[in-house]
C-alpha cells in the first residue's frame, strides 16, 4: 500500500486540528492529577484529605503554558518542580 503525499500531508493537517481543538486545560490536568493521588493513596484518610484539599492545592503550584497543539504543565513543589505534557485532553506524561 503507497500513501501519496497529498494523502500524508492532510493526515497530518487532520492530527494537528485534532490535537489544537483537543488541547488540555489546566482543570483537566489538576483532575487527572488529584485522581492520580487518589488511586496512589494508602488509606482513607489521605483520600479525605486529597478530596478535602487536593484540587485547591494543585491549583494554587500549578501553571500552564499553551502551545496550541499541547500544553506544558509546571507543579511546584517545595523542593522541586514537575513537568507534564497534555495532548489530547486525556494524554500527559511527566518529562521531569
Same mark, same amino acid.
Request: charged share 20%.
Given at each position: 500500500? !503507497? @500513501? ?6 492532510? /493526515? @497530518?493537517?487532520? $492530527? /494537528?486540528?485534532?490535537? *489544537? %481543538? ?5 482543570? =483537566? ?5 488529584? #485522581? ?7 488509606? !482513607? $484518610?489521605?483520600?479525605?484529605?486529597? #478530596? /478535602? /484539599?487536593? !484540587?485547591? %492545592?494543585?491549583?494554587? *503550584? ?12 509546571? $507543579?511546584?513543589?517545595? !523542593?522541586?518542580?514537575?513537568?507534564? $505534557?497534555? %495532548? ?7 518529562? =521531569?
Amino acid at each position: 500500500m !503507497k @500513501i501519496g503525499i497529498n494523502t500524508l500531508l492532510i /493526515l @497530518i493537517i487532520g $492530527v /494537528l486540528i485534532i490535537a *489544537a %481543538l483537543t488541547n488540555p486545560s489546566e482543570d =483537566q490536568f489538576i483532575n487527572y492529577l488529584n #485522581d492520580e493521588i487518589e488511586r496512589k493513596a494508602d488509606t !482513607k $484518610v489521605e483520600i479525605f484529605l486529597n #478530596d /478535602l /484539599l487536593g !484540587k485547591p %492545592l494543585l491549583a494554587t *503550584a500549578t501553571q500552564r503554558n499553551d502551545y496550541i497543539f499541547f500544553s506544558k504543565f509546571t $507543579v511546584s513543589r517545595p !523542593k522541586n518542580k514537575i513537568i507534564y $505534557v497534555g %495532548l489530547f485532553s486525556k494524554i500527559f506524561i511527566n518529562i =521531569q
